[in-house]
């Protein structure tokens, strides 16, 4: 079968890049967009099996032009994109429905892989940041926090809380409201003894590091 692909990036040469890589490897290139919502406007209208889209896009950021999408055409899988691997743009790729995170200097048969992967409804790379990042967030227990007096949600509240994520897309990756969200922050701060979201941050990350 055939992969119909969009690409969405803001820079035409890595467009073109990947439209060369892809070229011979059962995947279409169907469009390319060069916004956010150029990405959203023709993901609707071509509805692509895949859709590579950049993290940084002018116009609207990619990852809420993924939230959008999912929404709007969620037979799309979307595969983000970026010149960085900052986990916190991991981890919102994660909660906002992404299938995988790829560098862009990664291969080309990491792209065709994810690609091929992302239609058969497979998993990413184990030993991905994306598939390490989505265990974390998923994970309730932790053997670790035996000295702080946490419940294992609060605990996993608290691991979103480390990679900057929002209320919201808490509330999104746990299926819970954002009042619960919030109710669990002030728990998390008050057993912490930290005035901000920031420090409370801070501490889990200091004890991964530990």
């Given at each position: 079968?055939?992969?119909?692909?969009?690409?969405a990036?803001?820079?035409?040469?890595?467009?073109?890049?990947?439209?060369?890589?892809?070229?011979?490897?059962?995947?279409?290139?169907?469009?390319?967009?060069?916004?956010?919502?150029?990405?959203?406007?023709?993901?609707?209208?071509?509805?692509?099996?895949?859709?590579?889209?950049?993290?940084?896009?002018?116009?609207?950021?990619?990852?809420?032009?993924?939230?959008?999408?999912?929404?709007?055409?969620?037979?799309?899988?979307?595969?983000?994109?970026?010149?960085?691997?900052?986990?916190?743009?991991?981890?919102?790729?994660?909660?906002?429905?992404?299938?995988?995170?790829?560098?862009?200097?990664?291969?080309?048969?990491?792209?065709?892989?994810?690609?091929?992967?992302?239609?058969?409804?497979?998993?990413?790379?184990?030993?991905?940041?994306?598939?390490?990042?989505?265990?974390?967030?998923?994970?309730r227990?932790?053997?670790?926090?035996?000295?702080?007096?946490?419940?294992?949600?609060?605990y996993?509240?608290?691991?979103?809380?480390?990679?900057?994520?929002?209320?919201?897309?808490?509330?999104?990756?746990?299926?819970?409201?954002?009042?619960?969200?919030?109710?669990?922050?002030?728990?998390?701060?008050?057993?912490?003894?930290?005035?901000?979201?920031t420090?409370?941050?801070?501490?889990?990350?200091?004890?991964?590091?530990?």
């Open positions: 079968m055939v992969v119909k692909l969009i690409v990036d803001d820079e035409e040469v890595i467009r073109k890049g990947l439209a060369v890589l892809l070229a011979s490897n059962e995947i279409r290139l169907v469009a390319e967009a060069a916004t956010g919502n150029e990405a959203i406007s023709l993901t609707q209208r071509h509805k692509p099996d895949v859709l590579l889209l950049d993290v940084r896009m002018p116009d609207l950021d990619g990852l809420d032009a993924l939230e959008q999408i999912r929404e709007n055409t969620p037979a799309t899988k979307v595969i983000m994109i970026s010149a960085y691997d900052n986990p916190s743009y991991v981890a919102r790729a994660v909660v906002l429905g992404a299938e995988d995170f790829l560098l862009k200097d990664s291969p080309a048969e990491a792209y065709v892989a994810a690609i091929h992967r992302a239609v058969a409804g497979g998993e990413s790379a184990a030993d991905s940041l994306f598939s390490q990042i989505k265990a974390t967030l998923h994970e227990s932790d053997p670790k926090a035996d000295d702080v007096p946490l419940t294992r949600r609060e996993q509240v608290l691991r979103h809380l480390a990679y900057g994520l929002s209320n919201r897309e808490i509330a999104l990756s746990l299926n819970i409201s954002i009042e619960t969200v919030k109710e669990h922050v002030q728990k998390v701060l008050r057993k912490l003894d930290m005035s901000c979201r420090g409370a941050a801070i501490w889990l990350v200091k004890r991964w590091l530990a």
